[in-house]
């Protein structure tokens, strides 16, 4: 069975930092960085789930919502099969659960959650003001 698993939601100040990974387990594990473009999405109570950034398998480019670019940076280990969202400055609007989702195909609708095959569980961030 195919799990993405997130890590690294909490508390933080506005105007801070905080960093969220990603990684698989299951049969896409050993393929995850390679083959698969990995995403986060963030998601309010009463919104819809919002884009924020990816990385994609076939070129490595990243992609990023207006709202987050230049603040926030993905990223990938491939010796630890991890996709990393960096993120700095920190506003109250950040606030969300975050979602890791990931997909094999070699499109670019990197903005559309439907185009996404896995999802995580999500993890919270809080951010104070």
């Known amino acids: 069975q195919v799990q993405l698993v997130e890590s690294g939601g909490g508390l933080v100040q506005a105007g801070g930092s905080l960093r969220l990974s990603c990684t698989a387990t299951?049969?896409?594990?050993?393929?995850?960085?390679?083959?698969?473009?990995t995403a986060w999405f963030r998601q309010v109570p009463g919104k819809e789930r919002e884009f924020v950034s990816a990385?994609?398998?076939?070129?490595?480019?990243?992609y990023y919502a207006n709202s987050v670019k230049g603040r926030f940076f993905i990223s990938r280990d491939d010796a630890k099969i991890t996709v990393t969202l960096q993120m700095n400055n920190l506003k109250p609007e950040d606030a969300a659960v975050y979602y890791c989702a990931a997909s094999p195909r070699p499109g670019r609708n990197y903005y559309t959650a439907s185009w996404y095959d896995f999802w995580g569980q999500g993890t919270q961030l809080i951010v104070s003001s």
């Open positions: 990385i994609s398998w076939v070129d490595g480019g990243t």
């Open positions: 299951g049969p896409i594990y050993s393929d995850f960085i390679t083959s698969y473009t």
